[in-house]
């Protein structure tokens, strides 16, 4: 049974007073959700208050992006051991605003991916179609070469400690969600795809949804039998629509 998972992606917002307010509406109204897992995953220089205001509470944290290199002259750079010093349990590995806007190939993906798990971090590699992709129905070849990457570098059983995100990159802070079918078809793809490499660890592997993902829709999103959880842009930095997102990843009595 995989547990459901949470995880809000702050992207390149927030300051310390705001953090602050943010978190302390939060951490309460998480608090009572045992049977499902909550992460934020914030710009690197909250992550020393992350460590501070979280640690002890039900919420992990975790960056929104690492290095590909290890230390050393890599000037702006930022470690996979240095998320680790700071607690953190996740990282976000090529998210289409990576991809998209900082040229981030499959092949370099794969490598960050690599140094995530190489450091004891739970990479959560971001995959899915652009616009154009699925209006000409390349949706599965455009997944399957994102996976297919990490596979290539890593080895299949290395999806035994990640998390995949599928988020269709039209669905991204656009206001429109991918409908709970169209989700569901790619996400059973993907587990597919591994399972024909590994099936043990298909079966275990989380895969989040992501795209425009509110408290309005995530029951329905979270109730198919391959979407395990979410990544929430926009809806986790108001307090309220991300409690309301986490209860519904919370296995009914
Ligand atoms: C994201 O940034 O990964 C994301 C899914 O954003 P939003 O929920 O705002 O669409």
């Given at each position: 049974?995989?547990?459901?998972?949470v995880a809000g992606n702050w992207k390149m917002n927030g300051s310390l007073a705001s953090?602050?307010?943010?978190?302390?509406?939060i951490i309460p109204a998480i608090a009572p959700f045992s049977r499902m897992k909550c992460?934020?995953?914030?710009?690197?220089?909250y992550l020393a208050q992350m460590r501070q205001m979280l640690g002890g509470s039900n919420?992990?944290?975790?960056?929104?992006?690492?290095?590909?290199?290890?230390?050393?002259?890599?000037?702006?750079?930022?470690?996979?051991?240095?998320?680790?010093?700071?607690?953190?349990?996740?990282?976000?590995?090529?998210?289409?605003?990576?991809?998209?806007?900082?040229?981030?190939?499959?092949?370099?993906?794969?490598?960050?991916?690599?140094?995530?798990?190489?450091?004891?971090?739970?990479?959560?590699?971001?995959?899915?179609?652009?616009?154009?992709?699925?209006?000409?129905?390349?949706?599965?070849?455009?997944?399957?070469?994102?996976?297919?990457?990490?596979?290539?570098?890593?080895?299949?059983?290395?999806?035994?400690?990640?998390?995949?995100?599928?988020?269709?990159?039209?669905?991204?802070?656009?206001?429109?969600?991918?409908?709970?079918?169209?989700?569901?078809?790619?996400?059973?793809?993907?587990?597919?795809?591994?399972?024909?490499?590994?099936?043990?660890?298909?079966?275990?592997?989380?895969?989040?949804?992501?795209?425009?993902?509110?408290?309005?829709?995530?029951?329905?999103?979270?109730?198919?039998?391959?979407?395990?959880?979410?990544?929430?842009?926009?809806?986790?930095?108001?307090?309220?629509?991300?409690?309301?997102?986490?209860?519904?990843?919370?296995?009914?009595?």
């Amino acid at each position: 049974m995989r547990v459901k998972l949470v995880a809000g992606n702050w992207k390149m917002n927030g300051s310390l007073a705001s953090n602050q307010g943010l978190l302390s509406a939060i951490i309460p109204a998480i608090a009572p959700f045992s049977r499902m897992k909550c992460a934020v995953c914030v710009p690197f220089p909250y992550l020393a208050q992350m460590r501070q205001m979280l640690g002890g509470s039900n919420i992990a944290w975790g960056a929104q992006d690492l290095c590909e290199f290890d230390n050393g002259a890599y000037t702006g750079g930022v470690s996979a051991s240095m998320l680790a010093d700071f607690g953190c349990r996740y990282v976000l590995v090529g998210h289409s605003e990576r991809r998209g806007m900082f040229g981030e190939s499959d092949e370099v993906v794969a490598v960050k991916f690599g140094k995530a798990l190489a450091a004891g971090l739970t990479p959560i590699l971001c995959i899915g179609e652009t616009l154009a992709e699925r209006e000409a129905g390349v949706t599965e070849n455009t997944v399957a070469r994102q996976i297919d990457a990490v596979i290539a570098h890593s080895g299949v059983k290395a999806l035994g400690q990640a998390v995949v995100a599928y988020e269709p990159v039209w669905a991204i802070g656009t206001g429109k969600t991918a409908t709970t079918e169209q989700a569901q078809m790619v996400h059973a793809f993907i587990r597919g795809r591994v399972a024909a490499a590994d099936e043990e660890v298909a079966a275990a592997l989380p895969i989040l949804y992501g795209g425009s993902v509110k408290a309005a829709n995530s029951a329905q999103l979270f109730a198919m039998p391959d979407i395990d959880g979410g990544l929430i842009g926009g809806a986790s930095l108001i307090a309220d629509e991300f409690a309301v997102i986490c209860r519904s990843a919370q296995p009914a009595d």
